[in-house]
């Protein structure tokens, strides 16, 4: 399983705009982006002790989480994902998922789940019945996205977060979500081996910190 590094900072709108152009000047648009942009929605599962969140706010080093995602309100493109992290690295796993499992999925129906080819899927279901692993609340935001070659750099710009408990309209584009509190704006940096100096020099920002902040555990202890 191969790892890679992981920055985040909590920035403000001042901040957002001067990443905004220093990055457009060094990196690229991510080319699945939508005039620069899109709109990601996940659905994030835990169990009934709320592991994944606890070991959040826990700082456990190592720990994992599961999630559903589609972009731009394409249901027709869905992919769940395990968030895997040790320390300051980070690891994501994928498999694709059609509308109808996902609904399966979020109704509790697994029986399907022993067809499936993927491994991922397979290892949610058996979570879910050993576990008790369940949906738990969906999150909304607005995601610019930045890319770089050397290093293999993803640079991203993550705002306006938004949270629903109605997990089963996860579907429904159009499901009411609202502000997850005073939420901040966030800037993530991801790479490989290592960051190139242009990247470093292009995020920094006097008195920002790398921190921990988490999109799903904001919106849960919002809910």
Known sequence: ???RHEWKYEINQADLLVLRQRLRAVARPDPHAVDGRYLIRSL???NAADKALWEKLDGISRREKFRIR????NTAVIRLEKKSKIGGLGNKQGASLTAVQVQDLINGRTDWVADSQEDLIRE????MR???LRPKIIVDYIREPFVFGPGNVRVTLDYDIRTGFQCRDFLNPDCLTVPA????KILEVKWDGFLPDIIRDAIWLPGRRVTAFSKYAQC???G
């Open 1 to 3: 399983m191969d790892y």
């Open 44 to 46: 994030y599962f835990d």
């Open 70 to 73: 589609y972009y731009n309100g």
């Open 124 to 127: 949610l279901s058996v979570k």
């Open 130 to 132: 050993m576990q008790g």
């Open 181 to 184: 509190g005073d939420t901040p």
């Open 220 to 222: 849960r202890i919002y």
